[in-house]
Nanobody, 124 residues
Framework: QVQLVESGGGSVQAGGSLRLSCAAS????????MGWFRQAPGKEREGVVV???????SYADSVKGRFTISKDNAKNTLYLQMNSLKPEDSAMYYC??????????????????WGQGTQVTVSS
C-alpha cells in the first residue's frame, strides 16, 4: 500500500521560504516516480516537480531556479525547498507517486497515489 504523508506548509510573505516534506513507505520511495503537484482554488492541478527512480528531475518552468526537490534516503522522505516565494505559488501542495518508468516520469505524468495535501499561502 502506498502511503504518502505531507507536512511543512504554512503562511509566508512574498520572497520567503518554506520546506515541504513527504514521508513515504520504503518501497514507494525507492521504486516510484515521485513529485509535488499543486492546485489553487479555481485552477487546474499542475505539476511542480518530479523525480524519477533513476534520479532524473523535471521542474515546471514557473518554479525553475526557485524550488528544489531532494530526497533523504535514510528517512524515506521527499522534500521540496521553496525559495523566493510569490503570491501565485499559493496553493494546496500534494505529494504524489506512481510506479512508472523513468522515461514516463514528468510534471504532466498521471500519478495516481496522493497524500492529503498541505496548504501554502504566500502574501504580498
Amino acid at each position: 500500500q502506498v502511503q504518502l504523508v505531507e507536512s511543512g506548509g504554512g503562511s509566508v510573505q512574498a520572497g520567503g521560504s518554506l520546506r515541504l516534506s513527504c514521508a513515504a513507505s520504503r518501497d514507494t520511495y525507492s521504486s516510484y516516480c515521485m513529485g509535488w503537484f499543486r492546485q489553487a482554488p479555481g485552477k487546474e492541478r499542475e505539476g511542480v516537480v518530479v523525480i524519477a527512480n533513476d534520479g532524473s528531475i523535471s521542474y515546471a518552468d514557473s518554479v525553475k531556479g526557485r524550488f528544489t526537490i531532494s530526497k533523504d534516503n535514510a528517512k524515506n522522505t521527499l522534500y521540496l525547498q521553496m525559495n523566493s516565494l510569490k503570491p501565485e505559488d499559493s496553493a494546496m501542495y500534494y505529494c504524489a507517486a506512481e510506479w512508472i518508468p523513468s522515461s514516463w516520469c514528468g510534471v504532466r505524468s498521471l500519478l495516481t497515489h496522493w497524500g492529503q495535501g498541505t496548504q501554502v499561502t504566500v502574501s504580498s
